[in-house]
């Protein structure tokens, strides 16, 4: 890009009648002045009009006053390390309508957001209220019949926005997504498909099947169970209740009875103790979360043999992971929480 300055000689060799014009320099009309983007070349255009005639009076005596002085006009070029990390020269048009931006032209943005604090986010929530303020007469299905969709969260939006943007706000685009989503699936129209894509996850959770565990040739139904930090791997087979823990009969292998009863209790909720045997290994921790590990380990055991008895387990407690573990002490406390006793002296 190349600049041109008009600069005038010394002050020695102007005439002593135009004193009060030593050390001045023609220069162009301040910013605030012109017009948009107007290219300076088109200065001339404009001198008819009345804002303008300062200046052009005062170019026209500075010729006048100063006929043969020498001007000189310096070239200032961008350097070559400058232009290839600063944007591209923008070639403004002339009357004619050539370059890239017309002479008149003014830089508008492509979306009356651009002036609010979060453009995309005002932009996407826009969107999505003319599509259900279009489509809010179609049929819905009842909602628990619904597709099941997992959306992205609110770090993965912020992540595709690139703005701060807050839970309640966020709160906000979710329920616009499961209004639009609870639309007939036969009849949804293929923009509010379009408007959802971006909202949901790469990978949908909802769609995950979980392994069918199967019998296998023994009769035997294996299933795994664990509590705290304890273990259990159950085998059920067909027979007439008898249960071996390591190798051990049950009321060797757990000395209070609340942990024996804990150990099959999937089977005495049912009503079964009679027509299984379990053989089970259980490790790690105390007697307490072994007998508890094997609760869930039968329960998944049984769900193989009898799928239909997975409302009354569920009933039951049994089919739930419990995610519960000790707490650990913290320096300074007699225990996880307990604190010392307090002494005024």
Not at 19 to 45: D, E, I, Q, Y
Not at 53 to 80: C, D, K, M, N, W
Not at 247 to 256: E, H, N
């Amino acid at each position: 890009m190349q600049l041109s300055v008009l600069q005038l000689s010394p002050p020695s060799l102007y005439p002593t009648t135009s004193s009060r014009l030593v050390g001045m320099r023609a220069a162009w009309p301040p910013k605030v002045l012109r017009f948009g983007f107007r290219p300076l070349s088109s200065w001339v255009s404009f001198s008819q009009q009345t804002l303008w005639r300062p200046y052009v009076a005062l170019l026209s005596v500075i010729r006048g006053s100063h006929r043969g002085t020498a001007i000189e006009t310096r070239q200032f070029v961008s350097s070559s390390k400058r232009s290839g990390i600063a944007a591209p020269e923008i070639r403004f048009g002339s009357k004619d309508g050539q370059g890239d931006i017309p002479g008149y032209a003014r830089i508008i943005p492509a979306s009356p957001s651009y002036f609010t604090g979060k453009p995309d986010f005002t932009d996407n929530l826009i969107t999505l209220q003319d599509l259900l303020r279009k489509y809010q007469t179609l049929p819905v299905v009842q909602p628990g019949q619904a597709p099941r969709v997992a959306w992205k969260t609110l770090a993965q939006y912020r992540l595709l926005v690139g703005e701060p943007v807050k839970a309640a706000k966020y709160h906000k685009i979710i329920l616009l997504l499961q209004r639009l989503n609870h639309i007939h699936p036969s009849l949804l129209p293929g923009d509010v498909e379009l408007a959802m894509a971006p909202y949901k996850r790469d990978v949908n959770p909802h769609e995950n099947v979980a392994n069918q565990r199967k019998i296998d040739h023994f009769g035997r139904a294996i299933g795994i169970g664990r509590r705290k930090s304890s273990t259990a791997r159950v085998w059920l087979v067909e027979g007439d209740g008898e249960v071996l823990v390591n190798g051990k009969p049950l009321t060797s292998a757990f000395s209070r009875i609340h942990d024996r009863e804990s150990a099959i209790w999937a089977l005495k909720a049912t009503g079964r103790i009679d027509k299984y045997n379990v053989w089970a290994l259980v490790a790690g921790g105390g007697m307490t979360g072994q007998a508890e590990a094997m609760t869930l380990a039968v329960a998944k055991a049984l769900l193989v043999h009898e799928p239909l008895l997975k409302p009354a387990l569920r009933r039951a407690g049994c089919i739930t992971r419990d995610p519960r573990r000790v707490e650990r002490k913290k320096p300074g406390k007699l225990k996880a929480r307990k604190m010392p006793a307090w002494v005024k002296r």
